[in-house]
């Protein structure tokens, strides 16, 4: 039977709840303890894949397909795990189930309502992992007090009487601002936030103080008289310069102790530093330096790129190199004079026409000046499209997504995506396996033949045209059961790469993907 952790945010969202959990779980798991998270969204729709990355960030991909928040890409690269469809719902997922049920007659003639029908369907999930894990996290989604996210506090509060006290243990994240004219932080919204959150029934066991300037005992104590939570218990997480010391700075706190207290669980053994020592040898020493350019259509939201951000610095950090990455607009009209500042560019993944003009421009220039270029997905297939055009002679090349009619369709849908009716869960998702040739520069990088990669498209390179491309120098390094290419690679450059998979979800802070370690090491060499 696993224990429990839930977390909620408060005042306000993008805290950084996500982080504290998984800090948190790392330290259980450094002593010997099996840890898994599974959040809770509460909006609307069934999963974030038909959402705009403007308003939610990058959908997060599983193995087994599901299409997910980012949090769950933080779960996964500190702890280690690999996540599945248990570990991601919505408030459109639950209702779905429960709305099902209701239609093949499950509740008999009851009528089906919020409690307890939707908070029991959320009581379900919250314990989908429990047997196989000593410790389950619990994130639930957005801020006290907004509406949506009722039923699941609700399902929170219920959980904790069904429960023992020492199986459930409650850590509310808050933000304690910085008030610049006043020269003082303010505790005010973080009272009203627990306020909330007792009005509902839950009391904290423990509040994460997220500010930009240390909290003092002085104020520690003030927080800790309003919100009835114990000084030891209030605990202070400053910005910090990586997101992978903050399991250290929450140790500092003997926030491992408190919760172990509070579930009353003995460490499996000793704790087990060579993670946090290994993290802070690895960025110290960072003598080298190496500059990317991401060109993609969300150049203004880091988030929206959040694995592949991730991916990039723990590859440069493993090369021992300070990396600046840089999002450009593929609309920007200065693009290729932009570009020339940088070591390496990525074309990242996308959906839609807008700006793929601006990134063929810039696979163009990559290739003509020998820049390591890596193409993911949409930039794999851009990349398709830039060498049939300016290498195979096929002027009019482009892939049906942009172009229905085009004469030279080198990207185009196969049969089973033709007649998709919804948009939402229909692509090809997780996990495939890629077949790697050997001797090519894709074998080079994973030094072996077979790769399971993460999938999240629906276009795909057309058969047709593997001749045409092959024949140009662009080859395909591995397939997909000896049918659809999964990876590309240009001869006679010095590294010119494209996958169509998401090689960014398979990164980890000791263990670079593959193909992220060979561009940041083709990017340094290349260093003008
Ligand atoms: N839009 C392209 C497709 O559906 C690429 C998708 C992606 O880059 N994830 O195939």
Request: hydrophobic fraction near 35%.
């Amino acid at each position: 039977m696993s224990k429990f952790i839930f977390i909620t945010g408060g005042v306000v969202s993008s805290l950084g709840k996500g982080i504290s959990g998984a800090s948190i779980g790392k330290l259980l798991q450094l002593y010997g303890f099996k840890v898994n998270m599974i959040k809770f969204d509460p909006y609307i729709n069934v999963d974030p894949g038909t959402m705009n990355p403007y308003q939610h960030g990058e959908v997060f991909v599983t193995i087994d397909g599901a299409e997910t928040d980012l949090d769950l890409g933080t779960y996964e690269r500190f702890l280690d795990i690999y996540t599945s469809k248990d570990n991601t719902n919505t408030a459109g997922d639950i209702y779905r189930t429960v709305i099902d049920k209701e239609r093949r007659g499950d509740y008999d003639g009851q009528t089906v309502q919020v409690i307890p029908h939707i908070t029991d369907e959320i009581k379900r999930r919250f314990c989908a992992l429990k047997n196989e894990y000593d410790i389950t996290i619990i994130e639930i989604g957005g801020t006290v007090g907004d509406i949506e996210g009722l039923p699941f506090m609700e399902a929170a509060r219920q959980f904790q009487i069904e429960n023992k006290k020492e199986d459930v243990f409650s850590i509310h994240v808050s933000y304690i601002p910085y008030i610049a004219a006043a020269h003082e932080l303010k505790t005010k919204p973080t009272q009203h936030s627990v306020n909330k959150l007792r009005e509902i029934g839950i009391m904290p066991d423990m509040i994460i103080c997220r500010s930009e300037k240390g909290i003092d005992e002085g104020l520690k104590k003030k927080i800790s008289l309003f919100c009835n939570v114990k000084q030891s218990n209030v605990i202070e997480a400053k910005d910090s310069r990586s997101i992978y010391y903050i399991p250290e700075m929450l140790k500092n706190q003997n926030v491992d102790k408190l919760i172990m207290e509070g579930l009353k669980i003995k460490p499996k053994h000793s704790f087990d530093w060579s993670w946090i020592k290994e993290i802070k040898k690895r960025s110290e020493s960072l003598e080298k330096k190496v500059s990317i350019a991401v060109v993609g259509k969300y150049a203004g939201l880091k988030d929206a790129y959040k694995s592949i951000h991730e991916s990039l610095q723990i590859a440069a950090t493993q090369h021992k190199a300070k990396i600046d990455i840089d999002y450009l607009g593929a609309e920007d009209k200065d693009l290729i004079e932009k570009l020339k500042n940088y070591d390496g560019i990525l074309v990242p993944g996308g959906f839609g026409l807008r700006g793929v003009e601006g990134k063929i421009k810039a696979i163009t220039y990559a290739r003509e000046n020998n820049v390591a270029f890596f193409g993911i997905c949409l930039g794999l297939q851009c990349a398709a499209i830039e060498i049939a055009r300016n290498l195979a002679g096929l002027k009019n090349a482009h892939s049906t997504e942009f172009d229905p009619k085009t004469k030279s369709p080198v990207v185009t849908i196969l049969s089973e995506q033709k007649n998709v009716k919804y948009r939402g869960g229909t692509m090809r998702l997780g996990n495939y396996t890629a077949d790697i040739k050997k001797g090519s520069l894709a074998h080079k990088l994973y030094r072996k033949t077979k790769a399971e990669e993460r999938h999240r498209h629906r276009y795909e390179i057309n058969p047709e045209f593997i001749e045409a491309l092959e024949n140009a120098g662009f080859s395909v390094s591995a397939y997909h059961k000896g049918m659809l290419p999964e990876i590309m690679e240009l001869k006679n450059h010095p590294f010119f790469i494209g996958a169509q998979f998401h090689p960014e979800f398979g990164s980890r802070p000791m263990k670079p993907h593959p193909i992220f370690e060979g561009f940041i090491k083709a990017a340094l060499r290349n260093k003008n």
